[in-house]
């Protein structure tokens, strides 16, 4: 499913103009971007948790080059869902598993 597809679908459901729909969701989306960009975590209860994760530095290696190279303590965005929207998916029965 697409942002459009989320857009069409709340607009569809509530019966607001798609316009207004995708100011909506770009407004939600830059609202959490700016908390984490500053440090911020977002926790939507039931759905889940926009936190930001601290990377320790760390040695790596460039192959083509066999040489050592330090990669300095950094911060990336991750999500973490809640237990109860997990537990949804993990329900589902429409959701097929492949298996070998």
Known sequence: MTKADIISEISTKT??????????????????????ISGQNVYVRGFGSFVVKKRAQKTARNISKNTAIIIPE???PSFKPAKVFVDKVKS????????A
């Not at 989306?29 to 908390?35: G, R």
């Not at 589902?92 to 298996?99: A, C, G, L, P, R």
Request: hydrophobic share 45%.
């Open 92 to 99: 589902n029965s429409k959701i097929v598993s492949i298996e």
């Open 74 to 76: 950094h911060f990336v």
């Open 15 to 36: 019966g607001i103009e798609k316009v207004d729909v995708q100011e909506t969701v770009e407004a939600f989306f830059k609202v959490i971007k700016t908390s984490m």
